[in-house]
T-cell receptor, first 111, second 112 residues
C-alpha cells in the first residue's frame, strides 16, 4: 500500500527566503505526483502536477521536482511571501486510481 | 466560473439520521472523488468515480455510499451516520484521474 510522508510537518521562515518542502512515497510505480495548497477553512488548490516522464515542473516562483527511483519529490518556493503561508500537500495516485495524500507541511512566512 | 460546489457547508446531526452531501461540478469532468480530512490522519479517499455509473471504493468506504447518475453530480450518502464519521469532507473533480483535481470548499459534518 502506498504511503506518503512529508517533512517537515511545520516550517516557519522570514519573508524573502527560498525554501524546500519534501515529499517521499514508498511505491515508485506512480504515473504522476501533485502538489496542493490548502488555506485554513478552504479546499485544496492544485499547484503543480508532474507526470512520471517529467523530472520537474515550474509555475511562477514554484518549482517541483520528481525522482521516481528514489521515491522523492521536492517543492521549491523562491522568495517566499506572507501570502505563501498555508499547508502544502503532495499526493500520488495508486494503481486503482486512488489518490494518497501526505499529511502536509504547514508553512508560515513571517513578514 | 469553473467550480466544484458542495452542500451543505456545515451540518450538525444525530446518529442514525440519513444524510446526503451533494457535490456538483460545472467543468464537464469525468473523474470525481470524495475525501475526508481528519487531524493526524490527513486526507483519505472515500469513493471515486471514473464516469457516469462507474464508481469504486477508496481507502475508507465503510459507512458511505455514492452514486453517479449524471456527469456533473456525485452525492455522498451516509445511510446511518455515526460519531466516527464526524469530519471535514471534500469533493473533487478532474478531466481524468491523471489530471489536476479541483476541490470544493468542504463540508464540516458533526454527528452527535
Amino acid at each position: 500500500k502506498q504511503e506518503v510522508t512529508q517533512i517537515p510537518a511545520a516550517l516557519s521562515v522570514p519573508e524573502g527566503e527560498n525554501l524546500v518542502l519534501n515529499c517521499s512515497f514508498t511505491d515508485s510505480a506512480i504515473y504522476n505526483l501533485q502538489w496542493f495548497r490548502q488555506d485554513p477553512g478552504k479546499g485544496l488548490t492544485s499547484l503543480l502536477l508532474i507526470q512520471s516522464s517529467q523530472r520537474e515542473q515550474t509555475s511562477g516562483r514554484l518549482n517541483a521536482s520528481l525522482d521516481k527511483s528514489s521515491g522523492r519529490s521536492t517543492l521549491y518556493i523562491a522568495a517566499s511571501q506572507p501570502g505563501d503561508s498555508a499547508t502544502y500537500l503532495c499526493a500520488v495516485p495508486g494503481s486503482a486510481r486512488q489518490l494518497t495524500f501526505g499529511s502536509g507541511t504547514q508553512l508560515t512566512v513571517l513578514p | 466560473e469553473a467550480q466544484v460546489t458542495q452542500n451543505p457547508r456545515y451540518l450538525i446531526t444525530v446518529t442514525g439520521k440519513k444524510l446526503t452531501v451533494t457535490c456538483s461540478q460545472n467543468m464537464n469532468h469525468e473523474y470525481m472523488s470524495w475525501y475526508r480530512q481528519d487531524p493526524g490522519l490527513g486526507l483519505r479517499q472515500i469513493y471515486y468515480s471514473m464516469n457516469v455509473e462507474v464508481t469504486d471504493k477508496g481507502d475508507v468506504p465503510e459507512g458511505y455510499k455514492v452514486s453517479r447518475k449524471e456527469k456533473r453530480n456525485f452525492p455522498l450518502i451516509l445511510e446511518s451516520p455515526s460519531p466516527n464519521q464526524t469530519s471535514l469532507y471534500f469533493c473533487a473533480s478532474s478531466l481524468a484521474s491523471n489530471q489536476p483535481q479541483h476541490f470544493g470548499d468542504g463540508t464540516r459534518l458533526s454527528i452527535l
